[in-house]
């Protein structure tokens, strides 16, 4: 399985990106899809997750709100609409995928990655 994220660039706070993730191989519809940020000196965190069913969202406190995750079985791609974007938002966003289907929230919980992709926010 291969995980290949997009999407990322440079915006003014304030402004809006929509990341997605390419999940090539295995069967999409048989994992929960999460993703996670690393901001420069900083681990890992946690961001949003959304279940295999799709019926449930999951937020880290600080993006609930102004992020929204996806998922389109038929393109087998998981999103992130971010929008109302702040500096504390910058890192490399990383989304991943897990058979499992609880503790989303959890890093270790999840068995592919992608590459990462950089989000820059800026004046």
């Known amino acids: 399985v291969q995980l290949q994220a997009s999407g990322g660039g440079l915006v003014q706070p304030g402004g809006s990106l929509k990341l997605s993730c390419a999940v090539i191989?295995?069967?999409?519809?048989?994992?929960?899809a999460g993703w996670f940020r690393q901001a420069s000196g900083k681990e890992r965190e946690f961001v949003a997750a959304?279940?295999?069913?799709?019926?449930?969202?999951y937020y880290e406190d600080t993006v609930e709100g102004r992020f929204t995750i996806s998922r389109d079985n038929a393109q087998s791609t998981v999103n992130l609409q971010m929008s109302r974007l702040e500096i504390g938002d910058t890192a490399v966003y990383y989304c991943?995928?897990?058979?499992?289907?609880?503790?989303?929230?959890?890093?270790?919980?999840?068995?592919?990655w992608g590459q990462g992709t950089q989000v820059t926010v800026s004046s």
């Open positions: 991943g995928v897990t058979s499992g289907w609880y503790g989303l929230h959890r890093e270790e919980v999840y068995e592919y």
């Open positions: 191989g295995g069967t999409f519809v048989n994992y929960a």
């Open positions: 959304i279940p295999r069913s799709g019926s449930a969202r």
